[in-house]
């Protein structure tokens, strides 16, 4: 399964590794096919740097790290804006091009959407049981 994790899922997945995200995490990028985009791990490195206050080091092996797991890909264009942020749109753009089936995220304005282009959208908490269904 391709999985788009927003750039919060993957913050907390970092902050907290033994947490719900940080596991899941782990374990889809093990057994799945997890994508990003140049967008999500720059918005990461500025929050991670910003709002967090982590050492310039560290970031860059979280990147490094989700560099050798994850496939990067460039997100497609949407053609009209989706949600009030263009920052979600670009997450939905990643998961278009990175032809994923799902995105998980914290995301308010993409929880709502709940599907797009075919691509589920849910919370981290929701995934087992979304992976349950897909096999």
Do not use: W
Not at 38 to 61: S, V
Not at 86 to 99: C, F, H, K, M, N
């Amino acid at each position: 399964m391709r999985i788009v994790f927003d750039t919060n899922v993957l913050i907390a997945a970092l902050i907290t590794t033994e947490g719900v995200c940080g596991n899941l995490v782990k374990r889809c990028a093990q057994v799945h096919t997890p994508i990003t985009s140049e967008f999500i791990l720059n918005e990461l490195r500025e929050k991670l740097a910003e709002k967090f206050k982590k050492k310039p080091a560290d970031i860059d092996d979280a990147i490094a790290l989700l560099r050798g797991k994850f496939v990067i890909i460039e997100p497609a264009t949407l053609e009209t804006p989706v949600c009030r942020d263009p920052d979600d749109d670009t997450v939905l753009g990643t998961a278009i091009a990175g032809e994923a089936q799902c995105i998980i995220t914290g995301d308010k304005d993409l929880l709502s959407l709940v599907r797009y282009a075919g691509i589920d959208i849910f919370k981290p908490n929701a995934f087992e049981e979304y992976e349950k269904k897909q096999m």
